[in-house]
C-alpha cells in the first residue's frame, strides 16, 4: 500500500511539474486560427461536390465554453468554399432526425510547449499560445508576425516591416512550408459538380485561345482532365476564370441575365465564416469576402508524354503576368515576369521526358516559388521582385488579366493535366474597428465598397467598369494601410482567419503583448474532434474513434 501510495504521488508531482515547467494542452475555443487551428465547428461534405469543409460553430458556446441551450444558436446551414451551394446542417431540419446528422464538435486540443521560449527566442510566423493583455486569466492562441523593436505595416493583404535603422518597409515572406500550411484552397478540380456540368454552366478551365484546332487543349466529359497532343504552332493554354455560382444559380435551372456565369475576382472568401444561425439566417456579406486577393498558387498533376517542348504556368497578379517555363527534355525551368527582360532565374528539376509529376507554382509575398513532387526547387539567383504599391487588379478585351489569373500551356509538348487546385495566400486586413457589429474591412471611409450586400459583391467583382474610381483611378488604390511600433519585450500577434479573429489589430489601448505574457509555442495536435458513429435517424451512439488523420504538428 505504501509503495502504491508514493508511486502515485510521484506520478502526480511530476504530472504537475510537467505541466508548470513544460508542456500543457490547451483547447482551442474559436475559429479565429481556422484552418489551421479549429474552434468549435461542424464538418461538412457538401452534397453537390463532395468537398470536405468546415464551418463555425462559435456561437453555440457562450465566452466562457458553455453550450447555450437556446436553439436560436444553432448553426443551420453554411456555404462550400468551392462550388458555392448553401447546405443545411441543421440537426432538426426537414428529412433529419437525431443529433447524429451534422453534429457540431468541440475545438482542437493541443500540445503547447511552455519551455520553448526559455530557451529560444520566439519566431515570426510561430503560433503561440498567451495571456491577454487585458484579462490575464484567459488564454489566447494566434500567430506571431511582429517582433520586439519592430514597426509593423499590414498593407494590401501582406505583412511589412520595419526595423531599427531601416528607412523603408520591406515586405514580410512566410516560409516555404508556412505558405503551404497557411494557404486556403479555392478551386479543385477533383471536386467538381455534375449537376452543374449537366446543366451547362462553365468549367472553371478554359481553353486560351477559344478555339479546336490543331494541338488545342481538350477537356474530359466530367472536366477534370485536360490534354493537348502539342501539334500546336506556338503556346496553347487552358486559363482558370473564377466563375462562382451564387445562391439564385442553383435555385433555378434557367438564369435571368443579371445570373448569367461571369468570373469574378478572387477574394478572402472564408468557408468556415458562413455559417447560418437559426435567429440570424444569413452571414454578414464581409463573411464571404471583400477584398481581392492576388497572392495565388497553382498545383496540379503533370503527365508529360513527349520528350521535346516546354511545359508552361503563369499567374497573373494586378495585370502582370508571372511565369515559369520547364524545358521536358531537359527539366531545365525559368521564371519570367512581364516587362522583365533581365530577369530570368534558371533552375534545374526532375523532369526528364516522358513522366508524371506534382507542380505547385506561387506567386505570393513578391516571390516566386517551384516545386516538382513536393521539393521546392533552388534557382540560381533570387526569385523575389519588387512592386508598384498601387498595385490593382486589371482586365481588358485584349488581356483577361485578373479575370483569369491562372494558366497551365504547352509549347510543343504533349501533355495532360488532372488533380489542378487553385489556393490563396492569407490577406491580412488593414483595419483596427473596435465597434460591436463593424465590419472588418481595409476599403477607406470613401468607398461604396463596404456597403455591397453579398450579390451586390459579386457584381462588383466581375465587372472592370466598376473598378475605376471618379478620380480616373482605381478602387483599390484607396485601401489603407495601418502601422503598429513595438518596443522592447513586445510582440505583435494576428489570427489566420481575418476577417473574424479578434487579434493585436482590433484591441483597445494596447495592441502588443509583452514577453512576460507568454505562455508558449503551440507544437502538435494531440486531439483533434472524435469521429462518432450514430444510429441511423437517433441520438444513439455507437462511439467514437479517435481522428488520426487530423493529428499533426502545427506549422
Known amino acids: 500500500m505504501r509503495e502504491t501510495v508514493e508511486s502515485i504521488a510521484i506520478a502526480l508531482a511530476l504530472a504537475f511539474l510537467f505541466k508548470t515547467f513544460e508542456a500543457e494542452a490547451f483547447m482551442i475555443p474559436t475559429g479565429s ?22 464551418a463555425s460553430c462559435s456561437d453555440e458556446a457562450d465566452h466562457n465554453g458553455y453550450i447555450r441551450t437556446d436553439p436560436a444558436y444553432h448553426v443551420v446551414a453554411c456555404t462550400c468554399p468551392l462550388c458555392r451551394y ?3 446542417v441543421d440537426p432538426f431540419g426537414e428529412g433529419k432526425q437525431g443529433r447524429g446528422a451534422n453534429p457540431s464538435y ?13 530557451l529560444t527566442e520566439p519566431r515570426r510566423f510561430d503560433v503561440i499560445v498567451f495571456r491577454y493583455p487585458f484579462e490575464a486569466e484567459t488564454y489566447y492562441i494566434k500567430r506571431l508576425v511582429g517582433l520586439p523593436g519592430e514597426t509593423l505595416k499590414i498593407f494590401h493583404g501582406d505583412l511589412f516591416v520595419k526595423r531599427p535603422g531601416d528607412d523603408q518597409f520591406s515586405i514580410v515572406r512566410k516560409p516555404p512550408d508556412k505558405l503551404l500550411a497557411m494557404a486556403q484552397t479555392v478551386h479543385d478540380s477533383d471536386y ?16 486560351w485561345p477559344r478555339h479546336d484546332g490543331a494541338g488545342a487543349w481538350q477537356a474530359s466529359k466530367d472536366t477534370k482532365t485536360y490534354r493537348t497532343d502539342g501539334t500546336a504552332k506556338g503556346e496553347v493554354w487552358i486559363r482558370y476564370e473564377h466563375t462562382v455560382p451564387s445562391e439564385a444559380n442553383w435555385k433555378y435551372d434557367h438564369w435571368p441575365p443579371e445570373y448569367a456565369p461571369r468570373p469574378q475576382l478572387i477574394t478572402d472568401f472564408y468557408a468556415f465564416n458562413t455559417r447560418e444561425l437559426r435567429k440570424d439566417p444569413w452571414p454578414t456579406p464581409h463573411m464571404f469576402g471583400m477584398h481581392w486577393v492576388g497572392d495565388l498558387i497553382l498545383e496540379c498533376e503533370l503527365d508529360v508524354n513527349s520528350d521535346a517542348g516546354s511545359a508552361l504556368v503563369d499567374i497573373v497578379k494586378g495585370g502582370r503576368h508571372f511565369g515559369c517555363a520547364i524545358d521536358v527534355a531537359n527539366g531545365r525551368a ?75 500551356g504547352s ?72 502601422t503598429f511600433t513595438l518596443a522592447t519585450d513586445q510582440f505583435f500577434v494576428l489570427g489566420d482567419n481575418s476577417p473574424a479573429s479578434s487579434d493585436a489589430r482590433l484591441w483597445p489601448g494596447q495592441q502588443f503583448v509583452d514577453r512576460e505574457l507568454l505562455v508558449g509555442k503551440a507544437l502538435f495536435v494531440y486531439w483533434p474532434h472524435p469521429l462518432r458513429l450514430f444510429i441511423p435517424f437517433s441520438d444513439v451512439s455507437l462511439g467514437i474513434i479517435p481522428n488520426i488523420g487530423e493529428m499533426g504538428f502545427i506549422r
Request: glycine content about 8%; overall charge negative; hydrophobic content about 35%.
Open 33 to 54: 486560427m481556422a484552418p489551421t487551428l479549429m474552434g468549435r465547428h461542424k464538418d461538412v461534405v457538401c452534397e453537390k461536390c463532395g468537398y470536405r469543409y468546415s
Open 86 to 88: 448553401t447546405m443545411s
Open 106 to 118: 468541440s475545438g482542437d486540443r493541443i500540445w503547447v510547449s511552455k519551455v520553448h521560449y526559455q
Open 192 to 207: 467538381v459538380s455534375q449537376e452543374l456540368v449537366k446543366r451547362d454552366w462553365p468549367s472553371r478551365w478554359q481553353p
Open 334 to 408: 525559368r521564371l519570367s515576369i512581364e516587362g522583365r527582360s533581365d530577369w530570368q532565374p534558371a533552375a534545374q528539376t526532375a523532369i526528364r521526358g516522358a513522366g508524371t509529376h506534382r507542380v505547385t507554382f506561387a506567386n505570393a509575398d513578391r516571390e516566386l516559388r517551384l516545386w516538382i513532387d513536393g521539393k521546392l526547387v533552388a534557382f540560381d539567383q533570387p526569385t523575389t521582385y519588387d512592386e508598384s504599391d498601387n498595385e490593382r487588379p486589371q482586365a481588358s478585351l485584349r488581356d483577361s488579366g485578373d479575370l483569369a489569373p491562372l494558366g497551365v
Open 411 to 482: 509549347k510543343g509538348a504533349a501533355l495532360t493535366v488532372n488533380h489542378l487546385r487553385v489556393l490563396r495566400d492569407i490577406y491580412y486586413i488593414a483595419d483596427t474597428a473596435v465597434g460591436p457589429g463593424d465590419r472588418v474591412h481595409d476599403y477607406g471611409d470613401s468607398s461604396v465598397v463596404p456597403n455591397l450586400n453579398h450579390a451586390e459583391l459579386a457584381e462588383f467583382f466581375a465587372s472592370p467598369e466598376r473598378w475605376l474610381s471618379p478620380d480616373g483611378g482605381s478602387v483599390f488604390d484607396g485601401r489603407q494601410a495601418v
